[in-house]
C-alpha cells in the first residue's frame, strides 16, 4: 500500500481566493468531521514500468506521394512504394501493411516473386532490397548496393531466381535473388548497339524476356533504341532505332509482336520477322491538322497489350498521349482501346503508375484482363475491364482520409456497443452508387478478428467543414458516416459582408471537436470563430436552426472593479457580452457581425446528426474574432463552455440563452495573483486583412515545418517576423499551446508584460467542489488558462425538469485559484480510491421521435458524484491537473496539492490525457521534443519515457491524442493516421491481431498448347539461366561494383527467415529435380520392362509356332 505523503507547496497553502465566493446558489457549508485530509487518502497502484512498451500498430489512408506500384497475380497482393521509402502492402479488408527503409530513399521500383511471398524492392539510393511477406510484419532479408551505377529499370520472370537490373548508364547487370549477389554476366551497352553508333542509347527503360524464347532479352533504351540480346550467344539478334524517346514497351503473348510508347505521344508496333520499320504507328488522340501536319501529343507514359480469350480483339491501354491543345483544360486520362471501341477515363489528380491485371502469371499465355489498378497521385481506383462501361470498385480501404485537408482528431475507445452500428446504418444511405458488382480484386492474405476488441471511434475534423466518424475497431478503419457543418451556413457571396472581404479558401475549417458517445451529443469548432452543436436522431426533421451572437473581446480597461465583480458575480457589463444586432447604437455598421450567416429558414435535415445550435463570436471596433481555443460541453448539465483569448463564455443549450459572458480577467474577481499592468486600449491591433482567417493549407503542406524544442513562438509558421500576437491571431486551431509557446518562461511569475494576453486553454465540466468550505459536491466548471492558473466556477441547477427549463441557471467565479508551469492542458478527476470519475451525462433520446401520451418524455441523466463512486471516503476527490510543464494531483475540496511532478525542463508537453490501461488509469503525455511519456496515478511516479518522435512537426503535434487501452493515433502525413500503442499487453498480442500477407497457393500450372501449335508456333524453349549466369560460368562480378548488406535480422535468423522464402524456392526446386530424376529413373525401368516384356513375346510366339502343328503325345 502507498501512503499518500502531504505535499504542500506555497500555492496551495498561500492560495488568495480562499474569500471572494459568489452568491449563486451552489451548495457550500463548513467542513464536514467526514472530510478527507491527505493522510487519510490510500491507494494501491498496480502499473509498473513493464506495463508499458511502445510499437507502431498500423497505418491508414493513402500512402503519401507513391511513386511506384506490384502485383502478385497468384497471391493477389498488391503494393505500392513512396517517395519516401515507405511500402504499402494490401490484400483483403484487414490486410494492411505497412514498412519503411531506413534510408528514407524513394521507392522506384517493385518486383514480387510471384507466389514465394517475397518482393524485391530497388530504391533511389541504388539499394536492392528483398522483403520477406511471411512474417505479418515484413523484414528486410538482403541489399545490394550499387556503387558505380544508378538504377533505372528492373525485371523478374516468373519462377527465376535471377533479376535484371538495368542502369543509368545502359548496361544490364544480374542479380542471383537467392544470394543476393550479382552475376559476372553483363551485359554492356557498347556491345547492344552497333559499332559504328557514336551516340550514347541512354539509361536502360525497360528489360523483359521473350514470351517465345526465355533466351531472349529485350532492352529498350530511353534514346528510342531496342535491343533483343541472345543470352546463350551473347550476342545481338535484332536492333530498332525510332526518332522519339521510348517510355515502356509491352510484349504480345505470342511473342511475334510488340508495341512500344514514345514522347510524341505515338504508339508503334513491331514485328519480329521485319525489324527495319514499324508495321504500325498511331498517334490515339493526335488528329493531322490542315496543312498536313501532325498535332503534337503528350508523352505516353505507359501501355499494356493484353489478348482476351472472349475477343480477337486486344485491349490497349495507356495514360497520357492528349494533344497539348486539348489537354490544358483536360484532367489525366487512361485510355482503353479495344477493337474500335476507344474509351478515355478522366481522373481527378495525376497518374503515377497503371497495371493491368491478368487470370494468368504466364507471359505466354492468353492473358484475358480483368481488371486496371490506377496509382494517382492522390487517390487509388480499380477499372473493372469486364463491364462495357468500365466501372470501378468500391474501394474497401480508406483511402480518402484526405479527401479535404485534416484539421483535427479525436479518439474514443470503449464506446457504447450500439453506436457503431447505428452510424453506419445512417451513414449507408451517404453512399455513392454506380460501383461494380464484382467483388474487389485485391483479395489476397488472410485475417481473422482478434479476441480482444472492443469498439473504437475515430472522429477526423476537416478544412472544408466536414467531420468524419470512422470504425476503428480491431485495428482497421472503416467509414461510418459524414457531417458537412458546411450546410448549417449560407454560402458566403464574393465581395459581400465580412466573410466575403477576409475568409479565404477554408471558411468552414474544423479546429476541435467534443462528443460524448453516451448521449450521442456533437459539438463542432469552426476557424471562423463558430460553435455547432448536434443531436442524434433516427429521424429527418426541418427544423429552424437557433442562432446566439456572442461579443468576447476584453481589454485591460473594459474590466469591470473587483467591487462591482463581487456585487454581480455571474456577469460583467451586459454591453460586454450582450447578442447586439447589426447596426445597433454603440457599434459600427460593420460592427457586431459574425463571420458567417446561419441560415434563418427552417432547414430539411436527414437522419444522423442535426444542428440545433449555432453560437457564433461577432466582429468588434473592425476587429474579427478571436478564435476558439477550449471547448467542453456536458449533457446532464445541459451547457456548453468555450473559451479564446479574450475570455469565457457559457451557453445553456437547453434554454438556448448565454448564460456567462466574461473577460479572463473577471475571472479572478478579487484574486487576480498578477500584478497586471493596465493597458492603452487597442494598443497592438493586429492586421485584419493579413491575420484573420488564414487558410489551412500553409499548416498542411508538404514541407514540414518543425516544432521549435525551446519555448519560444511558432515563428515558423510565419515568414515575416511579427508579434506575438499576431502570430496567435494567425493559428488555424489556436489550441492552448499556441499562446504558451509565445510567452517568455521566467520562474517567477509575479508580473506579467502588459502585453500579454491570457488565454482560456481547457475545461472541464464536473461534479466537484467550488469552495473550500462546500460539504457536497456541486457541478462545477473548471477553467484553465494560458498562465497556468487553474479557476473553478461553481454552478447552481435546478434539479426539477420544469424548473430546468424555465429558471435561469447560476454561476460565477468562486475565486478558488490553483498555479502550475505552463498552460494547462489538461483535467481529470478521480475517487479516493484512485478510480476515474467520469462526467455526468444525459442517456440519449431521439429528439425526433415518436411521442408516447402515456409516458412523457423525459431526461434521464447518470451522475457520478464523488460521493457516491466509493465507500472508504465519503467525501472529496481528487483533481489531477497536467500543463505543459508539471502535473498536480489535488486533494478536493481541501486544495491540498498531495503530488507535484516537473515533467519537462527544456521542452514542453504538447498533449496530456488521463486514460485508463490495464484496469488502472495514468497519466499520458506527448513532448514537442518527441518523446511520450506516462505517469502513475495519483503518485505522479514516472512509468515510461521514451523518444518516439526525435523531430516532431506541426501536423503531428496539432493530431497526436491518446486514448483509453493503451492506444494513440497521429496524422504521419497529410494523408495517413498512424496509430500505436505504449502498453506491452497489446504490443505482445499485436501479432494475432495483424494479417496474413502470404497464404500457401499451388502456382497454376501452364496450359498444353497442344501438338501443332507447339511445333508450328514455336513453343516457349526450356532455359537453364544457372548455366549462364551461375559463378561457374559467368565468375563473379566486380567487388567494387556492388556491395551485398546482410539483413538487419542478422546472419542466423536471416538464414531461418530464408528458409520461409527463397530458401524455400531453392529445396522447392531440388525436391523438383529430384523428383525428375526418380521420374526419369522410372522411365527407364518401364523402358526395361516393356523390352523384356516384347523379348518374352517374341519367345512365346516362337515356341508356340514350333509346337503347333505337333500331337498332344508329341510334345
Not at 474590466?559 to 447586439?580: G, K, L, R, Y
Not at 440563452?657 to 500584478?675: E, F, K, S, V
Not at 490525457?913 to 511516479?941: E, Q
Not at 546472419?1051 to 529445396?1067: F, H, I, P, Q, S
Amino acid at each position: 500500500m502507498k501512503k499518500f505523503r502531504k505535499v504542500l507547496d506555497g500555492l496551495s497553502s498561500s492560495s488568495p481566493g480562499g474569500v471572494a465566493s459568489p452568491s449563486c446558489g451552489s451548495a457550500a457549508g463548513t467542513p464536514t468531521a467526514h472530510a478527507p485530509t491527505p493522510q487519510d487518502i490510500h491507494v494501491q497502484e498496480t502499473l509498473v514500468s513493464e506495463n508499458f512498451q511502445i510499437c507502431k500498430t498500423v497505418r491508414h489512408g493513402f500512402p503519401y506521394q507513391p511513386t511506384c506500384l506490384a502485383f502478385d497475380p497468384v497471391q493477389k497482393i498488391l503494393a505500392i512504394g513512396s517517395r519516401t521509402g515507405g511500402i504499402r502492402i494490401l490484400g483483403r479488408p484487414g490486410v494492411d501493411c505497412y514498412s519503411q527503409h531506413e534510408s528514407g530513399a524513394a521507392v522506384l521500383q517493385l518486383q514480387f516473386l510471384i507466389n514465394e511471398g517475397a518482393l524485391v524492392t530497388a530504391c533511389a539510393d541504388d539499394t536492392l532490397h528483398l522483403w520477406n511477406l511471411r512474417q505479418r510484419r515484413p523484414a528486410i532479408l538482403h541489399s545490394l548496393k550499387f556503387n558505380r551505377e544508378r538504377i533505372t529499370f528492373c525485371h523478374l520472370p516468373f519462377q527465376s531466381k535471377w533479376l535484371y537490373v538495368g542502369t543509368e548508364r545502359g548496361n544490364t547487370h544480374i542479380v542471383n535473388i537467392e544470394s543476393f549477389v550479382l552475376s559476372g554476366y553483363v551485359i554492356m551497352w557498347n556491345k547492344a548497339i552497333e559499332l559504328a553508333t557514336k551516340a550514347h542509347p541512354g539509361p536502360v527503360v525497360h528489360l523483359s524476356d521473350s514470351p517465345k524464347d526465355e533466351g531472349k532479352l529485350l532492352i529498350g533504351f530511353e534514346s528510342g533504341t531496342v535491343v533483343q540480346w541472345d543470352l546463350r550467344a551473347k550476342k545481338v539478334d535484332f536492333r530498332i532505332y525510332y526518332d522519339e524517346a521510348i517510355h515502356s514497351v509491352s510484349w504480345h503473348h505470342e511473342g511475334k509482336q510488340f508495341m512500344c510508347s514514345h514522347s510524341d505521344g505515338s504508339l508503334t508496333m513491331w514485328n519480329l520477322r521485319n525489324t527495319a520499320r514499324p508495321i504500325q504507328i498511331t498517334y490515339p488522340h493526335g488528329k493531322i491538322l490542315k496543312d498536313g501536319r501532325k498535332e503534337s501529343c503528350k508523352p505516353i507514359l505507359k501501355v499494356e497489350y493484353k489478348t482476351s480469350r472472349n475477343s480477337s480483339e486486344p485491349y490497349v491501354i495507356f495514360s497520357g498521349g492528349l494533344s497539348y491543345d486539348k489537354s490544358g483544360g483536360r484532367r489525366p486520362t487512361l485510355t482503353i482501346m479495344h477493337g474500335k471501341a476507344i474509351t478515355v477515363l478522366e481522373m481527378d489528380h495525376p497518374i503515377v503508375e497503371f497495371l493491368v491485371l491478368c487470370d494468368t502469371p504466364y507471359s505466354n499465355e492468353v492473358q484475358d484482363p480483368y481488371a486496371v489498378v490506377v496509382l494517382l497521385e492522390k487517390d487509388f481506383i480499380v477499372v473493372d475491364l469486364t463491364q462495357s462501361n468500365f466501372p470501378i470498385f468500391e474501394n474497401p480501404y480508406p483511402m480518402d482520409i484526405h479527401e479535404s485537408p485534416v484539421t483535427c482528431t479525436a479518439y474514443f475507445a470503449e464506446c457504447p456497443p450500439d453506436i457503431i452500428p447505428i452510424l453506419y446504418s445512417i451513414g449507408a444511405k451517404q453512399k455513392k452508387t454506380g460501383y461494380s458488382h464484382k467483388e474487389w480484386p485485391v483479395s489476397g492474405g488472410t485475417w481473422t478478428l482478434g479476441s480482444q476488441t472492443y469498439p473504437e471511434i475515430i472522429v477526423t475534423g476537416h478544412a472544408d467543414g466536414t467531420v468524419k466518424f470512422w470504425d476503428a475497431s480491431a485495428i482497421t478503419l472503416q467509414m461510418l458516416y459524414k457531417l458537412k457543418t458546411s450546410k448549417v451556413f449560407e454560402k458566403p457571396k464574393v465581395g459581400e459582408g465580412r466573410a466575403g472581404e477576409l475568409v479565404e479558401e477554408d471558411p468552414y475549417a474544423v479546429q476541435m471537436v467534443s462528443w460524448c458517445p453516451h448521449s450521442r451529443l456533437f459539438c463542432v469548432v469552426g476557424i471562423s470563430a463558430h460553435v455547432i452543436l448536434y443531436r442524434f436522431s433516427k429521424h429527418d426533421a426541418n427544423t429552424q436552426i437557433v442562432s446566439l451572437e456572442v461579443r468576447l473581446q476584453f481589454d485591460s480597461e473594459d474590466v469591470i472593479s473587483p467591487s462591482e465583480a463581487e456585487n454581480n458575480p455571474c456577469f460583467s457589463d451586459p454591453s460586454s457580452h450582450s447578442p447586439q444586432p447589426p447596426g445597433s447604437p454603440g457599434s459600427g455598421t460593420q460592427d457586431s457581425l459574425p463571420c458567417l450567416k446561419v441560415k434563418n429558414r427552417p432547414v430539411r435535415m436527414p437522419p444522423g446528426y442535426q444542428a440545433e445550435l449555432v453560437v457564433q463570436l461577432q466582429w468588434v471596433d473592425g476587429e474579427p474574432p478571436q478564435q476558439i481555443t477550449s471547448l467542453d460541453i456536458n449533457s446532464a448539465y445541459g451547457l456548453l463552455a468555450f473559451g479564446n483569448c479574450n475570455g469565457l463564455t457559457v451557453v445553456d443549450f437547453l434554454q438556448k440563452t448565454i448564460l456567462m459572458c466574461m473577460g479572463t480577467l473577471d475571472l479572478y474577481g478579487a484574486a487576480d495573483p498578477y500584478q497586471r499592468l493596465t493597458r492603452s486600449p487597442r494598443k497592438n491591433r493586429q492586421s485584419t486583412s493579413d491575420f484573420c482567417m488564414r487558410g489551412l493549407s500553409h499548416f498542411y503542406s508538404d514541407s514540414k515545418k518543425r516544432i521549435r524544442t525551446s519555448y519560444q513562438s511558432l515563428t515558423e509558421l510565419s515568414d515575416n517576423q511579427v508579434s506575438m500576437d499576431m502570430e496567435r491571431s494567425k493559428s488555424p486551431t489556436s489550441e492552448s499551446r499556441e499562446n504558451s509557446f509565445s510567452r517568455s518562461r521566467s520562474s517567477s511569475v509575479s508580473s506579467i508584460d502588459r502585453d500579454t494576453k491570457e488565454s482560456v486553454t481547457t475545461l472541464q465540466f464536473g461534479e466537484s467542489y467550488g469552495r473550500k468550505g462546500d460539504a457536497l459536491p456541486t457541478a462545477c466548471l473548471w477553467v484553465g488558462t494560458s498562465l497556468g492558473v487553474v479557476l473553478l466556477l461553481p454552478i447552481s441547477i435546478p434539479t426539477e425538469e420544469e424548473e430546468r427549463m424555465e429558471e435561469p441557471i447560476t454561476m460565477g467565479p468562486s475565486g478558488t485559484v490553483l498555479m502550475l508551469k505552463g498552460s494547462v492542458l489538461r483535467f481529470a478527476f478521480l475517487d479516493c480510491g484512485g478510480a476515474l470519475i467520469q462526467s455526468p451525462y444525459e442517456v440519449w433520446r431521439d429528439p425526433n421521435g415518436p411521442e408516447d401520451p402515456d409516458r412523457p418524455r423525459r431526461r434521464k441523466l447518470v451522475n457520478f458524484s464523488p460521493s457516491s463512486s466509493q465507500e472508504a471516503c465519503s467525501d472529496g476527490h481528487l483533481a489531477v491537473v497536467c500543463s505543459e510543464k508539471q502535473a498536480k494531483v489535488i486533494l478536493m475540496p481541501t486544495q491540498a496539492v498531495l503530488f507535484t511532478h516537473n515533467i519537462t525542463e527544456s521542452s514542453f508537453l504538447l498533449r496530456a490525457d488521463v486514460v485508463s490501461v490495464c484496469n488502472s488509469v495514468c497519466l499520458a503525455c506527448f513532448c514537442a521534443n518527441g518523446h511520450i511519456m506516462t505517469l502513475s496515478l495519483p503518485s505522479l511516479r514516472p512509468l515510461m519515457d521514451i523518444n518516439y518522435l526525435p523531430l516532431t512537426d506541426l501536423r503531428i503535434a496539432r493530431t497526436f491524442v491518446f486514448t483509453n487501452g493503451g492506444q494513440a493515433l497521429y496524422l504521419s502525413s497529410p494523408t495517413e493516421i498512424q496509430r500505436l500503442t505504449y502498453s506491452q499487453e497489446m504490443t505482445d498480442n499485436l501479432q494475432d491481431m495483424l494479417g496474413e500477407l502470404f497464404t500457401p497457393i499451388e502456382t497454376p500450372e501452364a496450359q498444353n498448347k497442344g501438338f501443332l501449335k507447339g511445333f508450328f508456333g514455336g513453343n516457349a524453349q526450356t532455359f537453364d539461366r544457372e548455366e549462364l549466369f551461375g559463378e561457374a560460368a559467368a565468375g563473379k562480378a566486380s567487388r567494387s561494383l556492388a556491395q551485398h548488406i546482410p539483413g538487419p535480422m542478422g546472419l542466423e535468423n536471416m538464414k531461418t527467415a530464408a528458409g520461409g522464402v527463397v530458401g524455400d524456392l531453392a529445396r522447392a526446386r531440388i525436391a523438383l529435380d529430384q523428383r525428375g530424376e526418380r521420374l526419369g529413373e522410372l522411365e527407364e525401368r518401364t523402358a526395361l520392362m516393356m523390352n523384356s516384356a516384347e523379348t518374352f513375346s517374341t519367345h512365346a510366339h516362337q515356341v508356340m509356332l514350333k509346337q503347333k502343328d505337333k500331337k498332344w503325345y508329341q510334345l
